[in-house]
């Protein structure tokens, strides 16, 4: 994180008129579409002693234009905020997105950015802002040329694989638990986090303890099944394997993410932990009793610690 790095919760909340370059976007996920056009960014405003700064919209846009529901988000809104201040960002604004922002006219968004700080560049890999998408970027960079500031659009879309990065892209590649393709789009390992909550104690009762994640119900998370995994637990690193699913061989119906530490005896309930995605191992699926379920999970153990070695710790 940067130095004199600022969180602000609306427009409103900031009060520091500094020069800024500024993106405005979602970024869910802060992928590496997102990463090249804001490290070009930071790089320009950098150059030109400027403030780098990110306007993120919470809730997604969609929640309110689509009452869209469920788990539709990469990251959590703080992961997020993290993520784009690893990348060289000194200023991010978390602005709500509600049915007033739906509404508010292109100009007027503008005069709101205008009055909140000394907006020189405005970035995107694409405009629509505003009611109806009229803030085209011809539109703003008209705008632009009476108040003060440039628009630049940023057309070179990084690819992976022949196919342009995108959060929809990345969504899918989880619903298909494909987490090589996830990993790679987002240019670090899928995360979840939570805090660690008791159970039903059945993992004992098998030998194989878990950790059961209390993960925030609107985080997509990957198809159902075992994955190999790095558990975090403050600074510390473990490997794990982590079941994601509703656990058909006790009859489970509720959505659980629980994971074994590989050789780790402590009870951490209260605490937080994170887990990187980093193989998956096999789909999940109901076993005939669980005599079976413990022996398929001793040798999910074997084959995890098997790929994490050969992952190099990386």
């Not at 490290?39 to 969609?62: E, N």
């Not at 951490?268 to 995605?277: D, K, N, Q, R, V």
């Not at 999940?284 to 084959?303: C, H, M, N, S």
Request: glycine share 8%; with cysteine; hydrophobic share 45%.
């Amino acid at each position: 994180m940067v130095e004199n790095f600022l969180r602000v919760d609306s427009l409103d909340a900031l009060h520091d008129r500094r020069p800024t370059f500024l993106a405005i976007g979602v970024f869910d996920g802060v992928h590496r579409g997102h990463q090249q056009l804001l490290s070009d960014m930071v790089a320009a405003a950098q150059a030109a002693g400027a403030r780098p700064a990110v306007l993120t919209f919470f809730p997604h846009p969609m929640v309110v234009i689509r009452n869209l529901r469920g788990r539709i988000y990469l990251t959590t809104l703080s992961h997020r905020v993290t993520l784009l201040s690893r990348l060289g960002i000194e200023l991010v604004v978390v602005h709500p997105f509600n049915d007033e922002v739906r509404t508010t006219r292109a100009a007027d968004f503008v005069d709101r950015l205008c009055a909140a700080m000394e907006l020189r560049e405005l970035w995107g890999g694409s405009f629509s802002l505003g009611y109806q998408r009229e803030g085209t970027a011809e539109y703003l960079s008209e705008l632009g040329a009476e108040r003060g500031f440039a628009v630049r659009v940023i057309n070179d879309l990084v690819s992976v694989n022949g196919k342009r990065v995108s959060s929809s892209r990345i969504r899918q590649a989880l619903a298909d638990g494909d987490i090589e393709e996830t990993n790679h789009c987002l240019g670090r390992r899928f995360q979840v986090e939570g805090t660690v909550v008791r159970g039903d104690q059945r993992g004992r009762l098998l030998g194989f303890h878990t950790a059961n994640l209390a993960v925030w119900e609107q985080q997509i998370l990957p198809a159902n099944g075992v994955y190999a995994t790095y558990a975090y637990l403050g600074s510390e690193r473990f490997e794990a394997a982590t079941n994601v699913g509703v656990r058909p061989t006790v009859n489970g119906t509720a959505m659980m993410v629980e994971a074994h530490l590989l050789d780790f005896d402590r009870e951490i309930y209260g605490e937080s932990l994170a887990l990187e995605f980093v193989h998956p191992i096999r789909p999940e699926r109901k076993f005939p009793g669980l005599d079976a379920l413990k022996a398929q999970i001793a040798e999910d153990v074997t084959t995890i610690r098997a790929l994490l070695s050969g992952a190099g710790g990386s």
